[in-house]
């Protein structure tokens, strides 16, 4: 048979693992439980044993696995060391050595936002790009580079940690990374939340918000069903991700913006109130930056953590 690929995503609550075909097509996909306690010591050694699991079922023997590609929510170093991962528990880690150890194949490690990214040009939303800039709108804002083909790790593995860029220099809440003024605080779920709850607070002005559980599904609602506040939140957070993506625009010159996670559910509209801004905000030199909205949803990560090792096999 042809070689297989197992594609893993660690997130905070789950861990997504996919089965590939060594030319990336996605044959079996499950999930099982982040064991956060005690530092997160179970989370690696349950993911290999999920692994030997299935091949096991599937009758895969260890011959047939090409690699295992791994995204996890923190700086990844080239070298498959993670600095740390709060969301886990996790200090540093070395998850090539200890996952490869315990599965005796090639194991490859990067960072959730970057493996999405890498997703998403493998097989999604900028498929036929090589400079590409995912933006992940989830609870907070993460990003991903990709230039000429190849994902930017950095020197500690923060390279497109987009969130934290100063858009508002004048706030005075602290983002969760302890600055002030970072597009998360505006562009995330929980900004455009925040967004919305601080309008709502600044006058009694009408607005189908005031009676619904605020989250960023509603205020897109809200702005499709043409409400004032709505819009005006909607204007608020597109002028925020504007001046911030303007900035990366600058330094990375990108064909594409991706944009996904739970916010991009809202669709194109999120783009009609972004692109303006960008235009206003951009050199002239980027705005040939197209931007769309990213394809594979919650399977980019397990994807592109699978792209990591066909792209080397190749
Ligand atoms: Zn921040």
């Known amino acids: 048979m042809s070689k297989i690929v197992f594609g893993v995503d660690v997130g905070g609550t789950t861990v997504?693992?996919?089965v590939f075909t060594i030319e990336g097509v996605l044959t079996d996909k499950w999930e099982i439980p982040t064991r956060r306690e005690e530092g997160g010591k179970y989370i690696l050694p349950d993911v290999a044993d999920s692994i030997k699991a299935k091949c096991?079922?599937?009758g895969y023997a260890k011959e047939d696995i090409a690699g295992v590609g791994v995204g996890v929510p923190g700086p990844v170093m080239e070298n498959g060391v993670i600095q740390f991962a709060d969301n886990l528990g996790w200090g540093e880690t070395d998850i090539s050595g200890v996952l490869g150890g315990l599965l005796d194949v090639p194991v490859k490690a990067v960072n959730d936002a970057n493996v999405a990214a890498l997703g998403e040009m493998c097989q999604g939303g900028a498929q036929g790009f090589s400079d590409v800039v995912a933006v992940t709108l989830g609870t907070g804002v993460g990003g991903g580079v990709i230039i000429g083909g190849k994902l930017l790790a950095g020197s500690i593995g923060s390279a497109g940690e987009i969130g934290h860029l100063n858009v508002e220099p004048t706030e005075e809440e602290s983002c969760n990374c302890g600055l002030k003024g970072c597009m998360e605080q505006y562009a995330s779920a929980t900004g455009v939340v925040r967004l919305a709850k601080r309008r709502l607070a600044k006058d009694d002005t009408p607005s189908?918000?005031?009676d619904t559980e605020l989250s960023a599904k509603s205020v897109w609602d809200a702005v499709k069903a043409g409400d004032a506040v709505a819009i005006e939140v909607a204007e608020k957070f597109g002028y925020y991700l504007a001046r911030g993506l303007s900035f990366v625009a600058a330094v990375v010159?990108?064909?594409v913006f991706?944009?996904?996670?739970g916010v991009s559910k809202a669709g194109e509209i999120l783009i009609d109130y972004l692109k303006p801004y960008f235009d206003r905000f951009s050199?002239?030199?980027t705005r040939n930056v197209q931007f769309r909205l990213a394809k594979l949803g919650n399977d980019a990560g397990i994807?592109?953590?699978a792209g990591l090792v066909i792209g080397s096999n190749q």
């Open 303 to 305: 994807y592109g953590a």
């Open 253 to 255: 010159n990108p064909e």
């Open 258 to 261: 991706v944009i996904g996670g």
């Open 283 to 285: 050199y002239p030199g």
């Open 16 to 18: 997504k693992l996919g």
């Open 56 to 58: 096991e079922e599937a």
């Open 208 to 210: 189908i918000l005031r």
